[in-house]
């Protein structure tokens, strides 16, 4: 009898361990998102989204140009990765699904998703940054692309491998080749699967700072082009945080803000396209 | 749009055609190959571009480069013992106060909880791991750091003051603080990928354990631990692996600082934070190399994590246990 009331005893503790260590995660979580919201949305107003930074000291300004430079950056790096992607992931998921090859291009995408950001925006500076003479948002778009695309490929593969054989039978047996098969069948069997993939690496990136540091780098000015240092919420975010100016940390908290809700929403509607579906 | 319904010509139109659709789909290969190759030969380009712009710091400095803590720009002497000190140290704490408790959650969410509550608490904790890692850094420098400053450092230094890690002025930021921010950050991972490793356990294998009248936490202990152990290794590697690498996280708070101590209230650096703070302004060429050759060291160690990590998921996925 003791002994089963040790063994209920120990299940108790457990079970109250693991239930306060989730509660803990739901604790940070509010905390961190209250914070944001709290002192992001005292920052926000009309100004932030329509004017230009200004000097240290100046409680008017906004960030215009840096919402448009991070949208500009994440749809072209967006635009780069998913025709890459959409493509290795074919081959991962209809040539090579039991190659050796196959195998091998998967372990590296998979250590490629989590490779540090900082060391791809090393590399964007020696391939691109310093051979073109200056920071420009083509290089911050293409190192963002290079983040998104292991994750566009990999999700491009899982999302393939769902849409059930016979379609492609069936397909097949029509007389039609496979490249008509692919666009016209199985890429519309997994579309809805394909975009949340694309979704959620967009959402990875729009939060990016390491990788733009040193290819985009960050600028005051509007853009007018991609070809020139562009500015962005992540850097500008970086810099006015670890300035010693209280508005520009204001502005910081607000950037923030904008960030946390547009990477959080896209997070949570791609969640809940893929709840539906399945 | 077109294409969906097909004319009965068209179809006999493409049997004919049936040679050239073979050309076609070999072309299609051919691409969709170039394209999936194109992802190694990036990565292979990232260790060569690296390892090319290393060179000079590499001749210079060779092996002792990772072992000298000299960090000098003026008389351009570099050396990469304290940045990778502090990348060691401030995962090594990460993963201390991490993985017991993402286990924890992990197994709330898997097993424990009642029906209702697993999914909104397995969203929060995924949204969690969505939130920028910026955002993280931030948040310790202007709510963490201060408390930490206030009230934790002050007691661990009364309590625990005898020991060398808890002595010194207590600012805030320093290596605990970084330390306490990586391990918010790494927590959703590990804890979301540990609930489905948990998830993979065969139900028949629970039943039949609870059948035998176990305990919740014996079916845990002896069932689902046993079961996914590679798995939960795999997912301990991938937080690392992040750990390591994570640059935004932990430059606003670690106090950027060539300094070794013992003590985890003083200021360090990490590679990922040095890199982040010096990278714009190196304005010799060795600087630069020494900087590229610490992203190089970083590269490789988390190729080497993610590596493992990558090969007992993937074997916990395919055996179970064992």
């Known amino acids: ?278 | 749009m077109h294409g969906q319904r097909r004319s009965p010509q068209e179809s006999v139109y493409h049997m004919n055609t049936a040679t050239q659709s073979r050309w076609g789909d070999a072309i299609f290969r051919a691409i969709t190959i170039s394209f999936a190759i194109g992802i190694l030969l990036l990565f292979v380009g990232i260790i060569i571009a690296l390892w090319h712009e290393s060179l000079p710091s590499i001749h210079k400095f060779g092996f002792s480069f990772l072992t000298s803590s000299a960090w000098n720009p003026v008389k351009d002497d570099f050396g990469a013992w304290i940045a990778i000190v502090g990348t060691l140290l401030s995962t090594c704490l990460a993963m201390l106060i991490a993985i017991p408790l993402s286990l924890g959650v992990a197994l709330f969410l898997a097993e424990l909880a009642p029906e209702w509550m697993k999914a909104p608490f397995g969203t929060a904790i995924e949204l969690l791991a969505a939130i920028p890692s910026i955002v993280y850094g931030m948040w310790g420098l202007f709510v963490l750091a201060p408390i930490m400053s206030d009230y934790v450092q002050p007691w661990l230094a009364d309590h625990f003051g005898f020991l060398p890690f808890f002595t010194g002025p207590a600012m805030g930021i320093g290596m605990l603080t970084a330390g306490l921010v990586l391990a918010l950050m790494i927590l959703p991972f590990i804890a979301s990928v540990t609930r489905d490793v948990f998830l993979m356990v065969p139900q028949n294998l629970k039943e039949a354990a609870y059948g035998m009248g176990c305990t919740t936490w014996e079916v845990v202990r002896d069932i689902m631990i046993p079961y996914g152990k590679k798995g939960i290794a795999g997912a301990v590697f991938l937080g690392m692996g992040r750990a390591l690498g994570e640059t935004m996280a932990v430059t606003f708070v670690i106090g950027n600082a060539y300094h070794l101590s013992w003590s985890l209230f003083a200021p360090g650096n990490s590679i990922a934070s040095t890199l982040a703070n010096e990278f714009t302004e190196a304005d010799s060429d060795i600087y630069l190399s020494s900087l590229v050759e610490l992203g190089l060291v970083l590269f490789l160690i988390t190729f080497i994590v993610l590596g493992i990590a990558q090969l007992w998921l993937k074997r916990g996925q395919q055996g179970g246990g064992r």
């Open chain 1, 1 to 278: 009898m003791m002994r089963m009331q040790r063994r209920m005893m120990i299940n108790r503790i457990v079970l109250g361990l693991s239930g306060a260590a989730a509660t803990l995660g739901l604790i940070m979580l509010t905390w961190i998102l209250g914070d944001v919201a709290l002192r992001g949305m005292a920052a926000i107003n009309w100004d932030f989204f329509t004017e230009l930074p200004t000097p240290p000291g100046n409680e008017d300004g906004g960030l215009a140009n840096n919402i448009v430079g991070t949208l500009l950056m994440t749809l072209a790096a967006t635009c780069m990765s998913v025709p890459f992607g959409v493509m290795a992931g074919t081959w991962l998921s209809e040539f090579g699904r039991d190659s050796k090859l196959g195998g091998i291009i998967r372990f590296f995408s998979d250590i490629l998703v989590s490779a540090p950001s900082i060391v791809i925006g090393v590399f964007v500076y020696l391939v691109m940054v310093r051979p073109m003479g200056h920071f420009s948002g083509w290089a911050g778009a293409v190192a963002l692309a290079i983040i998104m695309l292991p994750v566009v490929s990999r999700t491009t593969e899982e999302m393939l491998k769902l849409v059930p054989h016979e379609l492609r039978e069936a397909a097949l047996a029509l007389g039609s080749p496979y490249w008509k098969i692919m666009p016209q069948v199985i890429y519309r069997a997994a579309a809805a699967g394909m975009m949340t993939g694309i979704m959620l690496a967009v959402a990875r990136v729009a939060g990016e700072t390491a990788p733009l540091l040193f290819t985009a780098m960050n600028s005051p000015y509007w853009m007018e082009g991609m070809n020139e240092p562009m500015a962005n919420l992540t850097v500008t975010l970086f810099n006015y945080a670890m300035s010693p100016y209280d508005d520009w940390q204001t502005k910081a908290w607000g950037a923030a803000f904008l960030i946390t809700m547009a990477v959080l929403l896209t997070t949570i509607i791609t969640r809940l396209i893929l709840r539906k579906r399945s």
